[in-house]
Every structure is written in C-alpha cells, then in structure tokens.
C-alpha cells in the first residue's frame, strides 16, 4: 500500500531536549516536504527536498533542521524544542512538488 | 510578500446547498493551484490547476482557475454531510515553494 507514515503520532516533550520527527514514504517519490499546522494559519512548509542531499528552506524554518540521505526518508529535527514549535506536523512527499501525499501527522506539545 | 488567501473561512450549509470556496493568490513565478480537503486527518489531494478556464471536475466538485485575476474556486453541488471538512488552497510557485491557504471551513447539517 502507497503510504506515507510519520512517527511519532503524538509526543510531549519538554523545552530544550532534543526531538527527531521520522517521516518515510514507499512510493519512491523525489520530492518531500514537512509542514506544520496552526490554528487560524493552515499549513506552513518547513523545509522541503527535491532529491537525496538536496533540501530548501520552506516559509518557516527557524529552528528545525532536516536531512535527506536515503530517497525514502526526511526526518524533521528540533535542537531545542521550545513552547512555539507546539504545533501538528505533516510530512508530505510526491513525484513532483505538486499532487503531495500526507503522512497522519504528528502531534507535538513542547512544555 | 507571497500570499494565498481563501474566503470565507467558515461556511454552513444544508444538505443539497450549492457552495463555492473561494482562493485568492500573490505569488512569484507561480506554476499550479492545489485544492485539498481535509477531514479529521491528513489533507487529501482533490484538484491540480495549472491553465486558466479550464474546469476540473470529480462527481460534485469542480474547480476552475483564473490566471488573469489571480484566483480559484472550488465548486461543491448537492453538498452531503460528508462534505464538511476543512478545504485547502495551495500555490505553488517559484522552484518548488508551496504556500496554503488558511482554508474554509464547510459545515453542511442535515
């Protein structure tokens, strides 16, 4: 099954310990993407990649990193976590930059 | 500065209702229009635009693109309540930049 799975589902953490977002997709898809979720704001993207070792920042990129050694993952690293990155995050891939495919997304409260 | 904005953010309707979602977009070297919807969960894709005037159509939603004007809209007929959902707009744009709009909410009741 095409799938793309993201985990965590959910993670409580508290500020400053460092956190690794895993993301992978089985659809052999260049191009992937992590965004996150806020109320009122929709979904901002954070650093998207268009191949392995090629990554871009997206609209919001303070205080993430990615990387992209394999074509089938990208996870999403926070150093420091801090209370504003508590948000929904969805990774998302596709063949291209357009018709992306979502992970279930993953639920982060920094305290 | 880039931007995509949709319109209205909130909608309820009634069953069988006609409704239309709107999205407006400012973006540099903008390259395609994406609609998603989004229920309890992931957004899933719905409609890919990349030319002016030409309709895109699955069952009940269709959506048409207006590259003069700089705007969308998705069409929803005889709405059902499995339509309430939160829609999406996207831009994509530049090399591969993508900006969402906020999205509407639907709300269709029985």
Known sequence: ?????????????VTGKKLTVTCSQNMNHEYMSWYRQDPGLGLRQIYYSMNVE?????????????????KRNFPLILESPSPNQTSLY?????????????????????? | EDKVVQSPLSLVVHEGDTVTLNCSYEVTN????????????????????????IEKKSGRLSSILDKKELFSILNITATQTGDS?????????NNNDMRFGAGTRLTVKP
């Open chain 1, 1 to 13: 099954e095409a799938q793309v799975t993201q985990n965590p589902r959910y993670l409580i953490t």
């Open chain 1, 54 to 70: 090629v990554t871009d920042k997206g609209d919001v990129p303070e205080g993430y990193k990615v990387s992209r050694k394999e």
């Open chain 1, 90 to 111: 969805f990774c998302a891939s596709s063949e291209r930059a357009d018709t992306q495919y979502f992970g279930p997304g993953t639920r982060l409260t920094v305290l």
């Open chain 2, 30 to 53: 903008f390259r395609s229009l994406l609609w998603y919807k989004q229920e309890k969960k992931a957004p899933t894709f719905l409609f890919m635009l990349t030319s002016s005037g």
């Open chain 2, 85 to 93: 959902a939160i829609y999406l707009c996207a831009a994509l744009y």
